[in-house]
């Protein structure tokens, strides 16, 4: 290898899914954000588990405490690319739990519009981690080509139509008490990089949209 060839290499960004973002909440709870992956599934298991059932309810539309397994494998059938997925642990907490997820999946193969959702456990949520997890989900998204999200929010969660509308959703419609939003991709990054009251945010921006 010549030395244009090793600095070359040497300035290749690293993959997006290869990186783990070690930050705080609001409050300091320290926190790490990664990709989920297949194996993740009894993390996800456990997650689901650990919500209120008005969480579970407000998430899932359903408030049952056990999960049929087919939802588990979906939300685990983590690609990178037709269905992206990033995942929050208590870094500081006893057994480092799993505390938030945040999925994007699209609608078809190689297309450019997917549907966003978010889950934080209820003890986390207000300290400003579902932002941060969408900061990182929507930087992955627009690296491989997702440009739009369809949010569809039950219209009694008002904590999730907030953040939504806080990323610049615009409203789309909404029947049978379900709100639909769509998401700009890009708009959205846009709107989280001027959020300059979010360090956490921050963190995940700057490793992430490497340069």
Request: charged share 25%.
């Amino acid at each position: 290898m010549t030395g244009t060839d090793g600095q070359r290499a040497a300035k290749m960004p690293p993959r997006i899914e290869d990186i783990a973002v070690h930050s705080a909440l609001n409050d300091g709870t320290a926190v790490c954000l990664r990709t989920i992956t297949p194996d993740d599934a009894p993390l996800i298991r456990d997650g689901i588990a650990k919500l209120s059932a008005e969480s579970r309810y407000l998430r899932f539309f359903s408030p049952a405490p056990v999960l049929p397994d087919a939802v588990v494998v979906r939300l685990a059938d983590v690609d990178g690319h037709d269905h992206i997925a990033w995942g929050a642990i208590c870094s500081e907490c006893p057994g480092r739990p799993p505390i938030g997820a945040v999925h994007a999946v699209r609608h078809r193969h190689d297309g450019p519009v997917g549907e966003f959702s978010v889950a934080v456990l209820d003890e986390f949520q207000g300290r400003g981690l579902a932002r941060m997890m969408a900061a990182a989900l929507l930087v992955h998204c627009r690296a491989e080509g997702l440009g739009e999200l369809d949010v569809h929010i039950l219209s009694e969660n008002a904590a999730a139509r907030r953040l939504v509308k806080s990323l610049g959703a615009g409203w789309a419609g909404e029947s049978a008490g379900v709100a639909e939003y769509r998401l700009d991709v890009a708009a959205a990054i846009a709107a989280l990089r001027a959020d300059t009251g979010a360090p956490g945010v921050r963190d995940v921006l700057r490793a992430l949209e490497w340069e």
